[in-house]
């Protein structure tokens, strides 16, 4: 089983920029997709983008141009940078591994964006 953590959400003012970073420990095998999804109160969990294999990525049209991802192999950590932050994207923000059939979550961090 892998856990992973998540950290870097914060209050941030629109047009602003934040970096999520998410840390796996445990048994990570090279053939693995990381990414990010995001729930906002009373709204379904939306899947915002991936990196498959450590170099491959792919977003969600609603953040495409605006949220990057960014893998670091040797720190088995992935990031989220999130640029041009507007209301909307106020959520909880989760990262998630899949690997192996299974599929493991982290618990979560909050991103508040005020207008």
């Known amino acids: 089983q892998v856990r992973l953590v998540e950290s870097g959400g914060a209050l941030v003012q629109a047009g602003g920029s934040l970096r999520l970073s998410c840390a796996a420990s445990?048994?990570?095998?090279?053939?693995?997709?990381m990414g990010w999804y995001r729930q906002a109160p009373g709204n379904q969990r939306e899947f915002l983008g991936s990196?498959?294999?450590?170099?491959?990525?792919n977003y969600a049209d609603s953040v495409k141009g605006r949220f990057t991802i960014v893998g670091d192999n040797a720190k088995n950590t992935i990031y989220l940078q999130m640029n041009s932050l507007k209301p909307e994207d106020t959520a909880a923000y989760y990262c998630?591994?899949?690997?192996?059939?299974?599929?493991?979550w982290g618990q979560g961090t909050q991103v508040t964006v005020s207008s």
């Open positions: 998630y591994m899949r690997q192996e059939g299974e599929e493991d």
């Open positions: 445990g048994i990570i095998f090279s053939i693995n997709t």
């Open positions: 990196l498959m294999n450590g170099w491959r990525t």
